[in-house]
């Protein structure tokens, strides 16, 4: 069994900045593949980021690339969403969520947090 919790959400202007973190704890060993899934209101839920839990290998949404950053402190089962220069449209649900494999889909994850919001105002 494997538990998360988000915390760092908030609500900020746009342009403003946020760093997201995610705690993990149970047995986590077989379940490697960690990500950020984010959930705007009306909407599907959309893939963010993921890290590879033990190589530190990172994966990001072309709607992100290049301004979100997605990090892991092993030692402390904590990953992080850097997230500067926020814009409207970034405005959702932010989840941290864990895989036994690497997922196609946000439904592929199999453990989820119970979320945190980000609001970006213009």
């Known amino acids: 069994q494997v538990q998360l919790v988000e915390s760092g959400g908030g609500l900020v202007q746009a342009g403003g900045s946020l760093r997201l973190s995610c705690t993990a704890s149970?047995?986590?060993?077989?379940?490697?593949?960690m990500g950020w899934i984010r959930q705007a209101p009306g909407k599907e839920r959309e893939f963010v980021a993921r890290?590879?839990?033990?190589?530190?290998?990172?994966t990001y949404a072309d709607s992100v690339k290049g301004r979100f950053t997605i990090s892991r402190d092993n030692a402390r089962n904590t990953m992080y969403l850097q997230m500067p220069n926020l814009k409207p449209e970034d405005t959702a649900v932010y989840y941290c969520?864990?895989?036994?494999?690497?997922?196609?889909?946000?439904?592929?994850?199999?453990?989820w947090g119970q979320g945190t919001q980000v609001t970006v105002s213009s």
């Open positions: 969520a864990a895989s036994t494999r690497v997922p196609t889909s946000p439904e592929g994850y199999a453990y």
């Open positions: 149970g047995y986590t060993f077989s379940t490697p593949h």
């Open positions: 890290i590879n839990w033990n190589s530190g290998f990172t």
